[in-house]
C-alpha cells in the first residue's frame, strides 16, 4: 500500500510515487552533470587574473576575466529560467552548457593568439555554464519534498566538487596536453575543461527526462492540487495567480513582495560578491608574496602548482561539505544556517586581512571563505524556494541568480583597483563591511511581516 496521500488541497505533489522515482533520477543525473561541467570553472577562477594581466600587460586588469565570467552568468541567468518556464530544465541547462563550451573554445583561442578581448568573450561565454550549475541547485527542488530541499539541493551543489577542485589542478596535465598539441601551456587546461562541460551537456540532454520542471506542472493540475485560478489551503481565500513571466521585473516584483524571499537573495548575492571578491584576488596576491612576475610564471612551475593547489582547497570549502550545510538547513532552518555563513565570511575576511603574509592563514582564510559561502548559497537557495510558491519559483530563481551574478561581478571588478590601491588586507576588510551591512539588511527583512506560507 502507498504511503503517499492522495491528491487533494493538502497533497504535495511531490509526495506522489511518480514523482518521487523522478527526482531521485534528477538527482542522480544533475549530480553527476556538475561533476563535468565543474572543470571549466574552476580552470578560469584559477588562470583567469593571471592570463589577464598577462595578455593585457596591466596589473589592473586582473579582475576582468572573472568579472566577465561573471557578468555572462548574470547575463544569461534570466533568458535560462525563460527557457526553463517555456520548454523545461533539460532545454535551459544544455544550451547554457553548449554555450560554455563555445567559450572555453575561444580561451583557447585567447591564449594561442594572445588577444586580451578573445580572453574576456570567452570567459563570458563560460559564465553561461556558471550560470547552469547555479540554476541546477533550483532544478533539483522542483519535486523535491518540502522536509528534504536542503538535502537535495546541497547533494547537486556538492557534486560541483570533484569538477571544481580538479579544474585548478588541471594546469599540470593541461600544459602536457599543451605540449602534445604544440600550443601554450595555458590553453591545455581549458581543452580538459571542454571535453567535461560536452558530457555534461549530454548527461542532461539524455538523461533529465522526464523534465522535472515540467513534471511538476503536470502533476500541479491533478484535480484537487493547486494549481492556477484555484483558491488552495496555502492561499486561503484567494486565487493563485498565473504562472508569471521570468523577466527581471516579473522576477523583482515576487521577491520585494516577499521579506523572506529578498533576504534570501541579499544573503546568496552578498556571500557570492564577497567571496568572488576575497578569492579572485588571491592567485595575484600569492603570486606577489612569491616575487614573481607573469611573465616569468612558466619559469616557476612550483608558483603555479601553489596557486591551484590554494584555489583547489578553496573551492573544496565551497562545495565539499555542502550536504552538511544541507542537513544543517533542514534540521535548524534556513536562516540560521544562512546567518551563520554570513558570520564565516566575516571570519575568513579577517585571517587575509590581519595575516595576509602568512601561507597557511591565507589558506585556512580561503577554506573558511569557501565554508561560509557553501552555507549562505545553500540555506539562501532553500529559503528563497521555501518562502515562495510552485508557480512564482522559476522567475524568482532567475532573478536571484541574476543578483547573485552581478554581485559577483561587482566584487571581482571592484576588487582589481581595491587591491591596488589598499592591498590584500584593505580589500579583505572592505569585504568585510559589506558582509556586516548585508547581514545587517537579512536580519531585518526576516523580522519584517511575511506572506502567508506558501504550499509545496
Keep these: 500500500m502507498s504511503d503517499a496521500p492522495p491528491p487533494g488541497p493538502a497533497a504535495d505533489p511531490a509526495l506522489l510515487p511518480r514523482a518521487r522515482q523522478v527526482q531521485r533520477r534528477a538527482v542522480r543525473v544533475l549530480g553527476t552533470a556538475q561533476v563535468f561541467s565543474g572543470l571549466g570553472n574552476g580552470a578560469t577562477l584559477s588562470l583567469g587574473s593571471i592570463l589577464a594581466v598577462d595578455l593585457s600587460g596591466a596589473e589592473s586588469s586582473a579582475g576582468f576575466a572573472n568579472t566577465a565570467m561573471t557578468l555572462g552568468s548574470a547575463a544569461v541567468s534570466i533568458p535560462l529560467a525563460s ?7 533539460r532545454v535551459a541547462l544544455g544550451l547554457g552548457l553548449a554555450a560554455g563550451l563555445v567559450g572555453q573554445g575561444l580561451m583557447v583561442a585567447a591564449v594561442i593568439s594572445r588577444a586580451f578581448p578573445l580572453l574576456l568573450l570567452g570567459a563570458f561565454l563560460v559564465g553561461f555554464a556558471a550560470a547552469v550549475n547555479l540554476q541546477a541547485r533550483f532544478a ?5 519534498q518540502p522536509r528534504h530541499r536542503g538535502r537535495d539541493l546541497s547533494v547537486v551543489v556538492w557534486a560541483v566538487t570533484v569538477g571544481a577542485v580538479l579544474g585548478p589542478n588541471m594546469v599540470g596535465p593541461g600544459a602536457v596536453l599543451a605540449g602534445w598539441l604544440g600550443i601554450p601551456a595555458h590553453a591545455g587546461p581549458f581543452l580538459i575543461s571542454a571535453a567535461g562541460m560536452a ?6 540532454l539524455v ?5 522535472p520542471l515540467l513534471l511538476r506542472r503536470e502533476l500541479d493540475t491533478v484535480p484537487g492540487a493547486e494549481q492556477p485560478g484555484t483558491t488552495t489551503a ?10 508569471s513571466g521570468a523577466g527581471w521585473g516579473a522576477g523583482w516584483r515576487i521577491v520585494r513582495a516577499q521579506p523572506t524571499a529578498l533576504a534570501a537573495v541579499v544573503a546568496v548575492a552578498s556571500a557570492h560578491a564577497a567571496m568572488v571578491g576575497l578569492m579572485s584576488m588571491t592567485p595575484l596576491h600569492l603570486q606577489h608574496e612569491a616575487g614573481v612576475a607573469s611573465h616569468e610564471l612558466g619559469m616557476h612551475p612550483d608558483t603555479v602548482v601553489l596557486i591551484g593547489f590554494t584555489i583547489s582547497l578553496h573551492v573544496a570549502g565551497m562545495y565539499a561539505l555542502s550536504p552538511v550545510m544541507g542537513l544543517l538547513t533542514d534540521r535548524y532552518g534556513p536562516a540560521r544556517v544562512a546567518g551563520a555563513g554570513l558570520g564565516l565570511l566575516l571570519a575568513a575576511a579577517g585571517l587575509t586581512g590581519f595575516f595576509p603574509h602568512v601561507h597557511a592563514a591565507v589558506v585556512i582564510g580561503l577554506v573558511v571563505l569557501g565554508l561560509g559561502w557553501s552555507a549562505a548559497t545553500v540555506a539562501g537557495s532553500t529559503l528563497l524556494v521555501a518562502a515562495l510558491r510552485p508557480d512564482q519559483r522559476v522567475p524568482a530563481q532567475g532573478f536571484s541568480d541574476a543578483v547573485m551574478s552581478l554581485a559577483g561581478a561587482v566584487g571581482s571588478l571592484a576588487a582589481g583597483p581595491l587591491m591596488g590601491g589598499v592591498g590584500f588586507s584593505g580589500l579583505s576588510a572592505v569585504l568585510a563591511g559589506v558582509v556586516v551591512l548585508c547581514g545587517l539588511g537579512v536580519a531585518a527583512l526576516l523580522r519584517a511581516p511575511a506572506a502567508a506560507p506558501p504550499r509545496g
Design 234 to 243: 496555502g492561499h486561503p481565500g484567494g486565487p493563485v495567480p498565473p504562472r
Design 140 to 144: 533539483v527542488t522542483d519535486l523535491s
Design 207 to 211: 538523461g533529465l527526462r522526464p523534465d
Design 83 to 89: 527557457v526553463a518556464a517555456r520548454r523545461g530544465r
Design 199 to 204: 558530457v555534461g551537456a549530454g548527461i542532461i
